[in-house]
């Protein structure tokens, strides 16, 4: 069955923006080592040598590839073009020097307020469980513009790994194109861009699966994060996902991890900006691989995947369960490790007699 989005088939889309991708991954290399952008290993990386880490620009590149051939000129297509490119150079840069934590912030503001105010893409109503919130449209503006940072961030904190954040997105690109199979609905843009983000996503994680010869670095991390969001609310929008709770369960581990890093730093006293080595992946690699690690993550995030095709589906009662599952689990891994609370190892003491 060849399935068709705006007349185009997914297969060739797919097909393009994977290979373009996976052939522009060398020239991302190249243009690393000529402007230094290297990953030097250190106490919290996982990598043993130096990585070059603009990966971004390849899968950035792929994603304008599948616009230029599939996609069409409008205003919220225009606002998305214009915010991927300020969030892609905001990356590039702090890939070869690092930007201080406050003005990556704002320049993610101001990419995010151009999609929200200018490509007028934001949430219309906030329904949640059931629950209907009729906000004014500056307060859906301005969570939505919220929204967006939050998973750019999100999506930034989570790679830290090889092919973590990577098979994570693609995952994440891949339920969205199936709520909107299942939903018949085809045609919206934020299918058409879950289908390139797809292809571009996946033709990189066959140079960034362990052992990674390149990372996506923070352009790709935040370009990835900037685009999930972002087809999030044109899915709103557009009614593929009519629930807040769509989005929220299909982003459901980088959020997670986001706001246990949030608690933690502030439970140690310090800043919520400060890097460190405690995330869900890193508890995972204390004891197994790094391929057995980024496999597990990547179970359960079909599973959380899993549980959003069944919400949407309207079968909400194993939807429930599901979820109830995948929590309860969540909650012995913080327990049980370093995530939240730093675990105080006894150490024995031989006494001399």
């Given at each position: 069955m060849d399935l068709q989005v705006n007349n185009h088939s997914i297969y060739l889309i797919l097909l393009i923006t994977l290979v373009s991708s996976f052939v522009l991954v060398f020239l991302a290399k190249k243009i690393a080592k000529h402007v230094n952008a290297i990953d030097e290993p250190n106490y919290r990386k996982v990598h043993k040598i130096p990585i070059p880490r603009l990966g971004g620009l390849a899968i950035f590149g792929s994603f304008l590839i599948g616009y230029i051939l599939y996609g069409e000129i409008t205003t919220q297509m225009i606002s998305i073009l214009i915010g991927s490119f300020i969030i892609i150079m905001l990356g590039f840069i702090d890939d070869i020097n690092s930007i201080p934590a406050?003005?990556?912030?704002?320049?993610?503001?101001?990419?995010?307020?151009?999609?929200?105010?200018?490509?007028?893409?934001?949430?219309?109503?906030?329904?949640?469980?059931?629950?209907?919130?009729?906000?004014?449209?500056?307060?859906?503006?301005?969570?939505?513009?919220?929204?967006?940072?939050?998973?750019?961030?999100?999506?930034?904190?989570?790679?830290?790994?090889?092919?973590?954040?990577?098979?994570?997105?693609?995952?994440?690109?891949?339920?969205?194109?199936?709520?909107?199979?299942?939903?018949?609905?085809?045609?919206?843009?934020?299918?058409?861009?879950?289908?390139?983000?797809?292809?571009?996503?996946?033709?990189?994680?066959?140079?960034?699966?362990?052992?990674?010869?390149?990372?996506?670095?923070?352009?790709?991390?935040?370009?990835?994060?900037?685009?999930?969001?972002?087809?999030?609310?044109?899915?709103?929008?557009?009614?593929?996902?009519?629930?807040?709770?769509?989005?929220?369960?299909?982003?459901?581990?980088?959020?997670?991890?986001?706001?246990?890093?949030?608690?933690?730093?502030?439970?140690?006293?310090?800043?919520?900006?400060?890097?460190?080595?405690?995330?869900?992946?890193?508890?995972?690699?204390?004891?197994?691989?790094?391929?057995?690690?980024?496999?597990?993550?990547y179970v359960v995030n079909i599973l959380f995947a899993t549980v959003t095709i069944l919400y949407c589906l309207g079968d909400a009662k194993q939807a429930i369960f599901i979820y109830i599952i995948l929590m309860l689990f969540f909650i012995f891994l913080v327990l049980k490790t370093d995530v939240l609370f730093e675990h105080r190892k006894k150490k024995k003491v031989d006494h001399e007699k």
């Open positions: 406050r003005y990556k912030f704002l320049v993610q503001t101001i990419a995010a307020s151009i999609v929200v105010i200018y490509g007028q893409t934001y949430f219309n109503e906030i329904s949640l469980l059931g629950l209907n919130f009729n906000f004014p449209t500056y307060i859906n503006m301005g969570i939505s513009i919220l929204f967006i940072v939050a998973i750019i961030n999100a999506i930034n904190l989570i790679d830290g790994i090889d092919g973590l954040a990577a098979g994570m997105c693609s995952i994440n690109f891949l339920t969205i194109s199936i709520i909107a199979l299942i939903s018949s609905q085809l045609n919206g843009l934020d299918v058409i861009l879950s289908v390139i983000m797809l292809g571009a996503t996946l033709g990189f994680l066959v140079h960034n699966f362990p052992p990674a010869s390149i990372f996506m670095g923070d352009s790709g991390s935040m370009f990835l994060g900037f685009m999930l969001s972002v087809i999030s609310l044109l899915g709103f929008k557009m009614a593929t996902i009519t629930s807040l709770i769509v989005p929220l369960l299909i982003l459901s581990i980088p959020i997670l991890d986001t706001i246990l890093a949030i608690f933690r730093r502030m439970l140690k006293g310090e800043n919520i900006g400060t890097p460190d080595k405690e995330h869900i992946h890193h508890q995972l690699l204390k004891r197994f691989s790094a391929k057995k690690t980024i496999l597990i993550i």
